[in-house]
Structures are given as structure tokens and as C-alpha cells.
């Protein structure tokens, strides 16, 4: 009997995700019809889930650590304002681009450097720029950047050796992220979109192309591909991805076996938030402006289909694959809904029971393995 219920258990856990997207998606097929089943509507799922699903999988890093993050919406808000901005200034597309994930990038940085501890680094480097900008203001560019760069050494130095380590919980540092990045945002914007001019390249990345092998799906669903499965390779063939499972499973029993435990989880909040820099550009793309209000509730959605998809939220499990189904059940039931013609309340309801479902089942694998 035991092991029966154990088989079954770990059935669940693998091919639990697909079932629960094969039942979903039947069930709408089922009562939507032909709207629903038209080829244009799967790849219409496929391009909604390409920005959930890119900030999911980098989530899912940090879930597995034993983390969380709540900056989701809030970084891809602020990705699509600078990335507008950057429009606006008529650069590049590629130099946009570039913004938007350099914000997750330095967002990762920040609330690595906060979980693990090096709050006075943060500090001293924001100290150093508004020395540099300052000195910039009253002498010249060079000088400015000389004595940003010098009083940030010296800071840095001081901070390292005086200061003390103090590591925050990182649902704390993401929560307050969560904030302060969307009032950046709306800083930033003067509280109204930024809008680029009419047309510019990055749209494209939302859009099949009219005829060729970019005809099948937009190439967003491409990058989102990419970013998966280098993920995956991270997570199942480095040394890093080895040491981000053994934190998740068991922080002090990884650092007794040599773990650099505060450099991985440094550099995973850097790797993971930089996705949500990605997805930024996703979806500066798709609204063909910088939005400070865009993506809320996003990171419920990102916890939801990481959960779903079989990460536990105690660490130590998860996987790209399952995140990915995860991403594309949520898509479907808002895809389902609206081709049934329901009110966007109903969607709202069933998104916050799906929610529920998937804390509720990681409680029930959790205590099964136990």
C-alpha cells in the first residue's frame, strides 16, 4: 500500500503538470470551440505566455533556492519605462533592449546584495554616484565620472571592512523592491507612459512574420525557448546549478560541504531578476510604450506557475519544464475565459483559485515525501 501511494506520488510530481494542462486545455476546446481551437489562438497563447514564462523561469532559480521574489511586475514596469526612454532619445532598438535588461540586471544586484547581507555596498555606491553626478553638475563630465568612481572605492573599502553584514529575509527585500521600483517607474515616466516613436523595431519581436519560418510563431516564443532551455542547462549541468539545489534542500549542510553559499545566491538573484529584464523588453514590445502600471499581479502569476509546475516553495525542487507548463495552464484558463465571453472578474476569481490550488498542492508533495 505504501508503496503504491508512493508511486502514484511521484507520478503526480512528474507528469502532474502535463495532465493538469492537457485537462485544461481539453476543457476549453471543449466548450469554446473552434475560437478556441484555431491555430491563431494557440499561437496567440504561446506569444501571451512568452513574457510570464521568460520571468518565470528565472524565478524558478530562485524559488529552488529557497527564496522568493515579489519585484516581478515592478522590474518589468520599470525595464518598459527605461526602454521607452531610451526610444524616445531615438537610440537603437538593440541600446533599448539593452536598458531593459540591464534593469534586471541591476535590480538582481541590489536585492542579492541586500539577502546576502552587503546593504552597506548598496549604500556606498549610491553614495558614490551622487558624489560623481554632483561634482559632474559643477565641473565637466571626466571630473564627475574620476570622483564617482574614486569615492565608491574608497566607500566600498570602508564598507567591507567596518561595516556590518546584516542578510535580510529575501521576501522583505523584494517586497520593499516591489514598491519602490514602481515608484521609481512613475518617477521616471512623470507618472504617464513614456511613449517611443510611432514604429520601431522592437515591436517585431511580438509579431510572426509574414511569411518564411518566422511565420509560425512571433519570436518572442523563440526567445522564450532560448532562455528555457539555458536555464535548464544551468540548472542541471553547472556546478552553480548543483550548489542553487543543495541551498534550497539545506543551506548549512551546503556550506559545511565548501558551498560559497552567499556568492550563489548573489549571482541567482542577478541571473534571475535579469529574466524579468528580458521579459521587459517582451513587453515594451507588445505595448509599444514604457507603462509604470504594466504587469501587476505579475508575480503571483510567475509564483503560481513555478508552484504549479512543481517547484516547492521550502526549496530544493523544481524545474524549467515544469514552469513553463505552469506559465502556459495560467494563459490558457485567461485565453479560455475570454473566448467563453466571461467577465474579467470570473477570470480574476479562477486565477486567485488556481493560485490557491497550487499552494495547497505543494503543502500535499511536500507532506507526502515526508
Aim: aromatic residues 8%.
Amino acid at each position: 500500500m505504501t508503496n503504491a501511494r508512493g508511486a502514484s506520488t511521484r507520478f503526480l510530481a512528474s507528469f502532474g503538470p502535463a495532465l493538469g494542462l492537457a485537462a485544461t486545455w481539453a476543457l476549453f476546446a471543449a466548450f469554446a470551440g473552434s475560437d478556441f481551437l484555431a491555430w491563431s489562438n494557440q499561437r496567440l497563447m504561446l506569444e501571451q505566455t512568452s513574457v510570464v514564462g521568460i520571468a518565470a523561469v528565472g524565478a524558478t532559480l530562485i524559488i529552488v533556492a529557497g527564496g522568493i521574489d515579489l519585484s516581478v511586475g515592478a522590474t518589468i514596469a520599470l525595464g518598459t519605462v527605461v526602454g521607452a526612454i531610451f526610444l524616445r532619445a531615438l537610440w537603437p532598438p538593440w541600446a533599448a533592449a539593452l536598458g531593459g535588461i540591464g534593469t534586471g540586471l541591476a535590480v538582481g544586484a541590489v536585492v542579492g546584495a541586500l539577502v546576502i547581507g552587503e546593504g552597506a555596498r548598496i549604500v556606498s555606491l549610491a553614495l558614490g554616484v551622487v558624489i560623481g553626478a554632483a561634482v559632474a553638475a559643477r565641473a565637466n563630465l571626466g571630473w564627475g565620472v574620476g570622483a564617482g568612481a574614486a569615492s565608491t572605492l574608497v566607500l566600498g573599502s570602508l564598507a567591507r571592512r567596518f561595516a556590518p553584514r546584516i542578510p535580510l529575509s529575501p521576501f522583505i527585500v523584494t517586497l520593499g523592491a516591489w514598491g519602490g521600483l514602481r515608484g521609481l517607474a512613475k518617477g521616471l515616466g512623470d507618472n504617464q507612459p513614456v511613449y517611443p516613436p510611432s514604429s520601431h523595431a522592437l515591436e517585431g519581436l511580438m509579431q510572426p512574420a509574414a511569411s518564411g519560418p518566422g511565420a509560425f510563431v512571433a519570436p518572442s516564443v523563440w526567445i522564450l525557448c532560448l532562455v528555457a532551455l539555458a536555464m535548464a542547462w544551468v540548472m542541471r549541468y553547472t556546478r552553480f546549478g548543483r550548489n542553487v539545489f543543495a541551498i534550497g534542500s539545506n543551506e548549512e549542510t551546503a556550506r559545511l560541504c565548501g558551498v560559497r553559499v552567499e556568492r550563489t545566491k548573489f549571482w541567482l538573484y542577478v541571473i534571475a531578476i535579469g529574466c524579468a529584464g528580458i521579459a521587459s523588453v517582451l513587453q515594451l514590445a507588445y505595448l509599444s510604450m514604457g507603462d509604470p502600471t504594466t504587469a501587476e499581479g505579475y508575480e503571483l502569476r510567475v509564483i503560481a506557475a513555478c508552484v504549479i509546475g512543481g517547484a516547492s516553495l521550502a526549496g530544493g525542487q523544481g524545474s524549467v519544464l515544469g514552469t513553463l507548463i505552469g506559465a502556459l495552464i495560467m494563459t490558457v484558463v485567461d485565453n479560455g475565459c475570454t473566448k467563453l465571453g466571461l467577465d474579467n472578474w470570473v477570470q480574476q476569481i479562477a486565477t486567485g483559485a488556481i493560485i490557491v490550488a497550487a499552494v495547497a498542492l505543494d503543502r500535499w508533495r511536500a507532506r507526502e515525501q515526508t
